[in-house]
């Protein structure tokens, strides 16, 4: 028995160097922490225009976390009530950055407050007083980094590059291209003053929902029996022979969302542009409209040099149908015709659910 002891204590000592090389290596290096203090001026930090809805801002300097054209931001429309997110924008005195992502929606912070990535792999939202606003709760889950990528997906990863937590499965308002809405995920589309939401249901489809204090109202949406999940789409053709090789390049983009089902998807065509596209997204407004954003090339003309603009290539309402069938447009009981409150293609039950064509 006691010839047993040597061996057990040698087992011991290497299990307990491996489980410490492990710990080791799957925590975050000093050098990757860091910790932002909502404090200063706001707008200090130049990188872009105005904050859409006319919010005030402040540049979060992170390297890994800025990739063309997303970067991250504390920004606030109402003093002392900041929220932490992703914009995206052209970086100059003329674009408005447009707010694709945000944290603490549902919970703002004040001045102070802190955003911190620790060597545990948690990022945290704290005030001053230390409440949490918002986490990504992946203390000691083997985070190891943070970044962005090219798609606007914050990432914390591990050292061997998977995704421990990002921001794609926690989307609030939008819907970036490449992103999608999961059955049963718990992800879901809520309009920025909590009013609206859009979601997967696999008896229903893609639908729209009024939240009232009491229930939740479908007014709107596709139709699609045993959907698992939508994804927003953008595909861009870029034109053979181009005006000269000094020009932005010119060409088209049809923006398409896919419907997911366990054998086969289906395309729901959103719009074709005559631009090539830089990049988009998908909202769900405050007004329950559902529209599309698209940063786009301009071509001006043969001898004015292209630009870059924002455009709003669709809306459900407007373009899939009547603009004034929209609750907010007409109300719950308004009728709409040519454009004009006075009937909305819906019952009580349904709403302004449409049937997508097989694709």
Not at 6 to 15: D, E, N, T
Not at 96 to 120: E, K, P, Q, S
Not at 167 to 175: A, E, G, K, N
Not at 257 to 262: D, K, Q, R, V, Y
Request: hydrophobic residues 40%.
């Amino acid at each position: 028995m006691a010839s047993l002891l040597p061996h057990f204590l040698l087992l011991c000592i290497i299990f307990f160097c491996c489980s410490s090389s492990v710990f080791v290596e799957s925590t975050v290096s000093k050098t990757k922490t860091f910790q932002f203090k909502i404090e200063g001026d706001v707008n200090e930090y130049y990188f872009g225009g105005s904050g859409e809805n006319g919010a005030d801002y402040r540049l979060v300097q992170l390297k890994h976390a800025f990739v063309y054209p997303f970067a991250l931001y504390f920004y606030n429309t109402t003093p002392n009530a900041f929220f932490f997110g992703i914009g995206a924008t052209e970086f100059d005195d003329l674009m408005t950055i447009r707010w694709v992502w945000t944290a603490n929606l549902n919970d703002h912070v004040g001045d102070n407050a802190t955003l911190t990535f620790g060597r545990d792999g948690n990022l945290v939202l704290a005030n001053a007083d230390g409440r949490i606003g918002w986490q990504t709760n992946t203390t000691n889950k083997g985070v190891t980094s943070i970044s962005m990528k090219p798609s606007g997906n914050l990432v914390l990863h591990d050292k061997k590059g998977r995704f421990i937590w990002q921001s794609f499965q926690h989307p609030t308002d939008s819907l970036l291209v490449g992103q999608s809405l999961e059955l049963n995920s718990g992800t879901k589309l809520v309009s920025h003053n909590l009013r609206y939401s859009m979601m997967t249901d696999d008896k229903k489809g893609l639908i729209m929902l009024l939240n009232t204090s009491s229930k939740f109202i479908q007014y709107a949406g596709w139709g699609a029996m045993g959907l698992l999940n939508a994804t927003l789409h953008a595909v861009q053709r870029v034109n053979l022979v181009q005006p000269n090789s000094d020009a932005m390049a010119t060409g088209n983009t049809t923006f398409f969302l896919t419907l997911g089902f366990a054998k086969q998807t289906r395309r729901v065509i959103l719009n074709t542009i005559d631009s090539v596209f830089t990049f988009a997204f998908l909202r769900l407004e405050s007004d329950g409209n559902l529209r599309l954003y698209a940063f786009v090339l301009i071509d001006a003309g043969p001898d004015i040099r292209s630009f870059r603009a924002w455009v709003t290539p669709y809306a459900f309402f407007g373009d899939t149908v009547k603009e004034c069938a929209l609750d907010s447009k007409c109300g719950s009981s308004g009728k709409c015709d040519r454009k004009l409150c006075s009937a909305c293609p819906r019952n009580s039950t349904s709403g302004c659910l449409i049937t997508p064509r097989r694709k």
